[in-house]
């Protein structure tokens, strides 16, 4: 095989045993760059990741409708002009007693001047984005492969320069093989003998004929299991909520709420009132009192 790559198509069925069990050797020399599968997703979710949709079979001007803003090469009566999609009227057209919708595009080009051209007469469109021109291509991709419902791609691409030799093996699920015997009896006036014979049934549900295959059959019962890899898997985080009901309380200096405390007892003593007063004013004259803090062992 060249050296851009060999593609696999499988069924969706068969994903996780080909993930369990794949293995391939570059017989060249090179290595395994990258093997790449198509998601789980189904053709509609990939589809609507696009922010245009053409399932609808739409035409020309609904296309260009959805594609409004992009720059635009067009091509009629021989000439090209290159601009942006400004946007698509409708117009309808009576001929007798028949309306026929008639669909105008209009352009500003690159001197700023609106164009305006029948849709019915352009004969080629070109998108100058090359993103856009991708994801064209992959959204035809994508409806292509809806044709096949339940085949998956696997693309194995290898290193290396010139022609490479890979080894690609994986176990699939396949139907159990059934034995068939037979007695076949001859005219022992010949002297030919009866002789046993066996026949093996191998049912093909691979959807491919099988051409140079190598086929050995074994019997016994097969151990094997099943193992979900192929679908992504998140590990689940526990969600934290902020409150924003909760009250803020204003900060208070520590040593203001202290100055401004006294036990209820204390008040209620004469003596205790006559030594708070003495406190107090010795607070005043205080250096310490301009940074509102008071010293009670220096006080007494």
Request: aromatic residues 8%; without cysteine.
């Given at each position: 095989?060249?050296?851009?790559?060999v593609?696999?198509?499988?069924?969706k069925?068969?994903?996780?045993?080909l993930?369990?069990?794949?293995?391939?050797?570059?017989l060249?020399?090179g290595?395994?760059?990258?093997i790449?599968?198509?998601?789980?997703?189904?053709?509609?979710?990939?589809?609507d990741e696009?922010?245009?949709q053409?399932?609808?079979?739409?035409?020309?001007?609904?296309?260009?409708?959805?594609l409004?803003g992009?720059?635009?090469r067009?091509?009629?009566?021989?000439?090209?002009?290159?601009g942006?999609?400004m946007?698509?009227e409708?117009?309808?057209?009576?001929?007798?007693?028949?309306?026929?919708?008639?669909?105008?595009?209009?352009?500003?080009?690159?001197?700023?001047?609106?164009?305006?051209?029948?849709t019915?007469?352009i004969?080629?469109?070109?998108?100058v984005?090359?993103?856009l021109?991708?994801?064209?291509?992959?959204?035809?991709?994508?409806l292509?492969?809806?044709h096949?419902?339940?085949?998956?791609?696997v693309i194995?691409?290898?290193t290396?320069?010139?022609?490479?030799?890979?080894?690609?093996?994986?176990?699939?699920?396949?139907?159990?093989?059934?034995?068939?015997?037979?007695?076949?009896?001859?005219?022992?006036?010949?002297?030919?003998?009866?002789?046993?014979?066996?026949?093996?049934i191998?049912?093909?549900?691979?959807?491919?004929?099988?051409?140079?295959v190598q086929?050995s059959?074994?019997?016994g019962m097969?151990?094997?299991?099943?193992?979900?890899?192929?679908?992504?898997?998140?590990?689940?985080?526990?969600?934290?909520?902020?409150?924003?009901?909760d009250?803020?309380?204003?900060?208070?200096?520590?040593?203001?709420?202290?100055?401004?405390?006294?036990?209820?007892a204390?008040?209620?003593?004469?003596?205790?009132?006559?030594?708070?007063?003495?406190?107090?004013?010795?607070?005043?004259n205080?250096?310490?009192?301009?940074?509102?803090?008071?010293?009670?062992?220096?006080?007494?």
């Amino acid at each position: 095989m060249a050296g851009d790559g060999v593609r696999l198509r499988v069924k969706k069925s068969q994903m996780n045993d080909l993930l369990k069990s794949l293995t391939v050797l570059n017989l060249s020399g090179g290595q395994v760059s990258s093997i790449v599968y198509d998601n789980d997703k189904t053709a509609t979710q990939k589809l609507d990741e696009f922010n245009f949709q053409l399932r609808n079979n739409e035409g020309l001007p609904q296309i260009l409708k959805q594609l409004q803003g992009s720059e635009i090469r067009v091509l009629t009566g021989g000439s090209s002009v290159q601009g942006t999609i400004m946007g698509v009227e409708k117009r309808n057209v009576q001929e007798e007693k028949t309306i026929i919708p008639w669909f105008f595009l209009t352009i500003m080009d690159q001197t700023g001047q609106l164009r305006t051209f029948d849709t019915a007469e352009i004969t080629g469109i070109t998108f100058v984005d090359e993103k856009l021109n991708e994801d064209l291509d992959r959204y035809l991709a994508i409806l292509f492969q809806e044709h096949q419902r339940n085949g998956k791609t696997v693309i194995i691409t290898p290193t290396g320069e010139g022609p490479q030799d890979l080894l690609i093996s994986y176990v699939t699920e396949v139907p159990v093989w059934k034995a068939t015997y037979r007695i076949v009896i001859p005219d022992m006036a010949n002297g030919k003998k009866p002789f046993l014979q066996g026949w093996a049934i191998v049912d093909n549900v691979s959807g491919e004929d099988w051409q140079n295959v190598q086929l050995s059959l074994v019997s016994g019962m097969p151990v094997s299991f099943i193992q979900e890899l192929y679908a992504p898997r998140f590990k689940q985080r526990p969600e934290i909520t902020v409150s924003d009901e909760d009250a803020v309380t204003p900060a208070v200096p520590e040593a203001v709420m202290g100055r401004n405390r006294m036990p209820m007892a204390a008040l209620a003593s004469p003596g205790a009132k006559a030594g708070l007063l003495k406190k107090e004013a010795w607070a005043e004259n205080s250096p310490l009192s301009r940074y509102g803090q008071t010293s009670a062992a220096e006080a007494d």
